[in-house]
């Protein structure tokens, strides 16, 4: 097998909080996945890290249907996932020679302008949720194409489950569900197409599973003390201040 990659102290510090970070999102603290971004790229690069990041995720995916596949709520997961792959398959080719740091602004924006809408309905008070197809094409295709490019579709995700009102649980188990399909459905494409997943890179990886674990295990207990109305709102919270990290470090 191949070395892990040659990384400093420092460098080593940073991809095991990012790690961490992993696992706390997927646990369910949602909103921190352009930290995981940012930190990884910080190392790696930006199309590398993605390659590093990707089996990471899946292996927290994994661990996220095992602990809340009973509240995974099939129809939302039904009405994205075409639309999902969809969006893959257009990142797959568009994301190989896109500028990256056009494709954040363009992207932080997009999410910014989300967030600002979701928060219109917060503030009314509105019990109403979209139910236009659109809604959930344009989500589905937006998530699947943002995944593809920089593993930062959950920004979409969350947003599409806060405007649908879903309860914590549903919540993370349906996301769960979702990246699981969607984060396996990318494995080949990015090992075969791309080329960005590498022994050495899945050498480094398992050096990683442990700050992975350790950051599951905390989200989990994070996650159990947060009620659903306060979830929602920490959630539109983080995403919105990682959607303006990503802007300014564009």
């Not at 009973?70 to 997961?77: D, E, I, T």
């Not at 950051?215 to 306060?230: N, T």
Request: hydrophobic letters at 55%; aromatic letters at 10%.
């Amino acid at each position: 097998m191949d070395a892990p990659m040659l990384l400093s102290t420092a460098q080593w510090t940073i991809v095991m909080a990012a790690a961490f970070i992993i696992g706390l999102g997927k646990a369910g603290v949602k909103g921190l996945d352009v930290l995981t971004v940012l930190l990884m790229a910080m190392v790696f690069g930006g199309k590398t890290s993605t390659g590093i990041v990707l089996p990471l995720l899946c292996v927290a995916d994994i661990a996220a249907v095992a602990w809340y596949n009973r509240h995974a709520q099939w129809s939302h997961f039904w009405k994205l996932i075409p639309w999902m792959a969809g969006g893959i398959v257009l990142g797959l080719f568009v994301g190989k020679d896109m500028d990256e740091g056009l494709f954040r602004k363009i992207m932080a924006g997009i999410i910014i302008v989300t967030i600002l809408i979701v928060l219109g309905m917060e503030f009314r008070r509105s019990k109403d949720v979209p139910h236009h197809p659109m809604f959930s094409i344009l989500t589905g295709i937006t998530a699947g194409f943002t995944t593809m490019i920089g593993n930062l579709a959950g920004a979409f995700a969350n947003l599409y489950f806060i405007a649908m009102r879903a309860t914590k649980n549903d919540f993370i188990g349906t996301s769960a569900w979702l990246f699981l399909c969607m984060n396996l459905f990318k494995l080949p494409l990015q090992a075969f197409y791309w080329n960005n997943i590498t022994v050495s890179g899945l050498h480094t990886d398992l050096y990683l599973l442990p700050a992975l674990a350790a950051g599951f295990i905390v989200g989990l207990k994070i996650v159990d003390r947060i009620r659903d109305d306060a979830y929602r709102k920490l959630v539109l919270l983080l995403t919105l201040a990682g959607s303006v990290l990503m802007l300014l470090r564009s």
